[in-house]
């Protein structure tokens, strides 16, 4: 049953319109032209690091850990495993 729930909620998060720029300060993204401004100057970054850079917009607070990263940048790329050691 829970699982079921967890499914409606995560289908009903798909379905709800994103914003198409997220802004943090004088940082202002662009998701639809996929660019990046900060303090008026265009940035230039490629494609992996425009992708981290949305990645942790949209996660205000939270520092993703291991392999959170990977996971959302690398989706359909064969995933590169990590050698580092977690903290205890």
Known sequence: MLARIEALLRRANA???RAQTLKAKDLV???AGR???LN???LALRRKEFDLLV???QQPGRVP?????DRALWKN???IT???STPT
């Open 15 to 17: 379905m709800r319109p």
């Open 29 to 31: 993204i662009d998701l």
């Open 35 to 37: 660019s990046a401004v």
């Open 40 to 42: 008026g100057k265009p």
């Open 55 to 57: 990645l942790l917009l």
């Open 65 to 69: 850990i291991q392999e959170l990263p």
């Open 77 to 79: 790329e064969r995933l």
């Open 82 to 84: 990590s050698n580092a």
